[in-house]
């Protein structure tokens, strides 16, 4: 297993949040393919994170990902309207471009 974490504790006096905010990131590499995101906030916050994590499967300097193949076991997408903003609901991936149920 690797793994990997930071805490970031912020105060509203720095941020600007209305409450503090301790944020716990974990980087699992298991059996489970873990990414583990813990928040603690002391105050309604609103608060949206995202992960943007990139990995290089190959290791440092081993080219471009060209020939690496991608299998994700998730058959649903939350749906989205005309504005992008989730509605909800659910809506399967099949045949469309976010289906990498089969390698």
Known sequence: M??????????????G???????SV??????KNQLVIIMTLNKPTPLN???HAYWNLGGQNSGNILNEVVQIFGSQIIA???KLIPTGKFASVKGTTYDFLKP
């Open 2 to 15: 690797i793994k990997r974490c930071k805490d970031k504790s912020t105060d509203i006096c720095v941020s």
């Open 17 to 23: 949040f209305p409450g503090d905010v301790i944020i």
């Open 26 to 31: 974990s980087y699992i590499l298991s059996g």
């Open 49 to 51: 994170l995202a992960n």
């Open 80 to 82: 989205v309207d005309n």
